[in-house]
């Protein structure tokens, strides 16, 4: 079992920052920030794997960075130029792999609420 632990969010104006963390009780393989607005799909924003490779929605790339801490065991999503369109609920989801099985786990989810 993983535990995970959410932390960030928060009300800002359009055009400021946040920085979401996620941090977990084992080392985690890949990790993944998801976004859930109202009435809307989960969708991938960013995801960073072991070799450090990311993945990006193309309606966040050059506003929002994925990075990890070397032990795997935290991840940061720093968000830049923030829109109202950002606005939702953000999870973490973890791929851990090891022993004694792999499995994936989600974060509880923090609100970002981005207005004026």
């Known amino acids: 079992q993983v535990q995970l632990v959410e932390s960030g969010g928060g009300l800002v104006q359009p055009g400021g920052s946040l920085r979401l963390t996620c941090t977990a009780s084992k080392s985690i393989f890949r990790w993944g920030w998801y976004r859930q607005a109202p009435e809307k799909q989960r969708e991938l924003v960013a995801s960073i794997a072991s070799d450090l490779s990311t993945n990006y929605a193309d309606s966040v790339k050059g506003r929002f960075t994925i990075s990890r801490d070397n032990a795997g065991n935290t991840v940061h999503l720093q968000m830049r130029s923030l829109k109202p369109e950002d606005t939702a609920v953000y999870y973490c989801?973890?791929?851990?792999?090891?022993?004694?099985?792999?499995?994936?786990?989600w974060g509880q989810g923090t609100q970002v609420t981005v207005s004026s």
């Open positions: 989801k973890a791929e851990y792999r090891g022993w004694p099985i792999d499995n994936d786990y």
